[in-house]
């Protein structure tokens, strides 16, 4: 119940509008410099050496990668397909749009009012520009606990539990066994902080990620007379509405939006910290890079997950959400379309607990200065181990509460401080102007 009023219409309303007030104020940047911030995320920079920080671009981009592409990818998307209907898909390509601004200018805000800790470590996010930017100390406060709150949520034990669920149900592996497997693997990962994260990041998520891309283009291209179709059943039903559950087009608005932001984050918060402590000369420069994480979470693994559930018509069947995805795989590759999604969703659930790690500490130490981090991190591996061996229909509100909660004094820090996020738009795309420049005289002099 409580779950259900904290993601209510006023907070998909705010999600949303926000998103949308600020692709207006920035004049639709995030469709204009989306090549550029592709290849941004994607290039080594020579900034990546000698700016401030902690880890690459692209090393903050996996992290925020590693948090986000989870099981809302997989369990999320088919969610919002039994609840909402198929043109819940058409809605959280919506929200993924209007959501790469909101997530353009947390990161930009995060950059711009970082700072370093007591540790030496560089600190940013939500809490420190509502404390530095807004001077609201109270609202950082109030942000920060739930971070850190929320971490042991959605970013711990129902992750955990979707991988030691998962291995018991496809391989009859023991859930205490997989439990323990996890908690020595995280950490081995988390102890070293924040470049330790980005290090095996950097490595992991790409292969995790094309591993099921490649899966789901495989389906698409195989089965390309049903692509158009999918597409058309999408675009119809996000405006006429077929839930399964009823509503109609209210609940595939709903539940496109709701799930669209459980995916990619936008709005919440979380990423930007990680965006923080990214080598960055300009706060627009890691801006435009953590920008790209919402087209690659939800434009592209959202949509492959989403045409594959369409396209198979298995949602019309009664099937439950945790099992339709693979359902779905498995009608187009046979058992190994159940095996991608199982693996999958165990290296997706595996990243999203060490994205998630990083966020809660550096929530929890924000509210500690600093002071019993390893207690922090020795209690989130624990919580690991009970995720993964308890029953966690409760676990699941109690984290869509926290993530909820953690939006709202996200949010009104970006609106309230909308006016330095187009003021540092406007500074950075002179750079790019005078590097564009630079590079075309450097061209014509070598020709």
Known sequence: MISGWVWGLPLLILLVGTGVYLTIRLGFLQIRTLPYALKLAFSPSKQDKKSKGDISHYQSLTTALAATIGTGNIVGVASAVLAGGPGAVFWMWITAIFGMATKYAEAI????????????????????????????????????????????????????????SSLNAAFNVPKVLTASILVTLIFL????????????????????????????????????????????????????????????????????????VFSNEAGLGSAPIAAAAAKTDYPGRQALVSMTQVFLDTILVCTITGLTIVMGSQYTTGIIDSDLTAESFGLFLGNAGSTVVTVGLIFFAFSTIIGWSYYGEKCFGYLTNQRWIPFYRALFVLF?????????????????????????????????????????????????????KAKVSAGSYDA
Request: charged content about 10%; aromatic content about 12%; overall charge positive.
């Open 109 to 164: 805000l995060a950059v711009k009012y970082r700072t370093t800790d007591s540790n030496g470590n560089i600190a940013g996010g939500p809490m420190y520009y509502l404390e530095r930017g807004l001077k609201s100390k109270w609202l950082g406060v109030t942000f920060a606990f739930f971070g850190a709150v929320a971490a042991f949520g959605i970013g711990n034990m129902v992750q955990s539990n979707a991988v030691t």
């Open 189 to 260: 990962v988390i102890i070293g902080g924040i470049k330790s994260i980005g290090r095996v990041t950097s490595f992991f998520v790409p292969i995790m990620a094309l591993f099921y891309i490649i899966a789901g283009l495989i389906i698409i291209f195989t089965n390309i007379g049903s692509v158009g179709p999918a597409f058309a059943t999408i675009f119809t039903e996000a405006f006429t509405g077929n839930a399964i559950i009823g509503g109609g087009i209210g609940a595939a608005i709903r539940w496109g939006v709701s799930r669209g």
């Open 384 to 436: 690991v181990f009970i995720g993964g061996v308890q029953s966690l229909d409760l676990a699941w509100a109690f984290a869509d509460i926290m993530n909820g909660l953690m939006a709202f004094p996200n949010l009104i820090g970006l609106l309230g401080l909308s006016g330095v996020v187009v003021s540092e738009t406007k500074r950075f795309m002179k750079v790019m102007e005078e590097e564009k």
